[in-house]
């Protein structure tokens, strides 16, 4: 099998987009979004897109573009037809000669699901963004007793300025808030305890995935708090018939293990992952 590898052109988005469709397990598997990012890049960067072809069909392809002092991948892919044949080495070599070319000597790139794929041609896992999941469904939810639960309201807004006492956390939640408030209103909460606001949790559902709700702020004033915001949220979702609870790591006061204990699990959705970031230098 011989496999021709050469720079990309608009001609070839079709046949990328096809292979992507059946490559990808993640969102990039979806024309309307990953369309425009190949577009993009064949217009601002000609020459860092490639394409393998084997007997003149596309069968694989790599996105990238340069940067300051390196380059980086943003899409690889190879037609599952075509897996375990060194055709993604090749893409992989392509760039990093071009990189090198061009005076840069580091290549760059976040995977959700490809890590072993990278270290077998010399990437190492320079950071590791850890999501987790939590399967709501067959899950015996009950609301929480040690605070009670309400929704968070504009006219809370001055007593979470006291609760956080620096206007940076305060400010990041109270845009948060903002953003959930059109399709979202009864997933931002605030526990209280006797009165006093001991926590907040404002959360969202995932675009793509209905089932899935992602956390985009929580708070709390301690360990125990914190549990009760996330049961809380848990106690939500599971009135509103959600499946997934996903949060990103870390959050004040709990630390991985601990919510692995509690059901939690590494992040490997379609649109919802662990990401880990890969390099290689020379």
Not at 30 to 38: A, D, H, I, Q, T
Not at 164 to 177: I, M, Q, V
Not at 241 to 264: A, C, T
Request: hydrophobic share 45%; charged share 25%; with cysteine.
């Amino acid at each position: 099998m011989e496999v021709t590898i050469r720079h990309a052109l608009p001609k070839d988005i079709a046949a990328i987009v096809r292979v992507a469709n059946c490559a990808f397990l993640e969102e990039a598997r979806l024309p309307w979004l990953f369309g425009v990012g190949l577009v993009e890049h064949l217009r601002n960067f000609p020459d860092w897109q490639f394409v393998a072809e084997v007997d003149g069909r596309i069968v694989g392809f790599l996105v990238g573009k340069p940067g300051e002092d390196r380059a980086f991948i943003s899409w690889i892919a190879v037609h599952p037809a075509h897996w375990r044949k060194g055709i993604g080495g090749k893409l992989l070599k392509a760039i990093e000669e071009k990189a090198n070319k061009a005076g840069l000597r580091i290549v760059e790139l976040g995977t959700p699901f490809a890590r072993k794929f990278y270290e077998k041609y010399g990437y190492k896992c320079v950071n590791i963004q850890k999501k987790l999941v939590l399967n709501l469904s067959q899950r015996n939810v009950d609301k929480p007793q040690k605070i009670s639960l309400k929704n968070l309201s504009l006219d809370d807004l001055p007593r979470l300025l006291k609760f956080f006492g620096e206007e940076k956390e305060y400010l990041d939640t109270a845009s948060k808030f903002f953003s959930s408030l059109a399709d979202d209103p009864h997933l931002s909460l605030l526990g209280e305890r006797r009165n006093e606001i001991v926590g907040v949790a404002i959360a969202t559902t995932a675009r793509l995935t209905p089932e899935l709700v992602v956390i985009s702020k929580i708070f709390a004033k301690d360990f125990d708090y914190m549990l009760s915001m996330l049961n809380g949220l848990e106690y939500v979702c599971s009135c509103y018939g959600k499946r997934w609870l996903g949060v990103s790591l870390p959050i004040p006061h709990v630390d991985e293990e601990k919510l692995l204990s509690l059901g939690w699990e590494d992040a490997k959705m379609p649109n919802f992952w662990t990401l880990y970031w890969m390099r290689k230098e020379w």
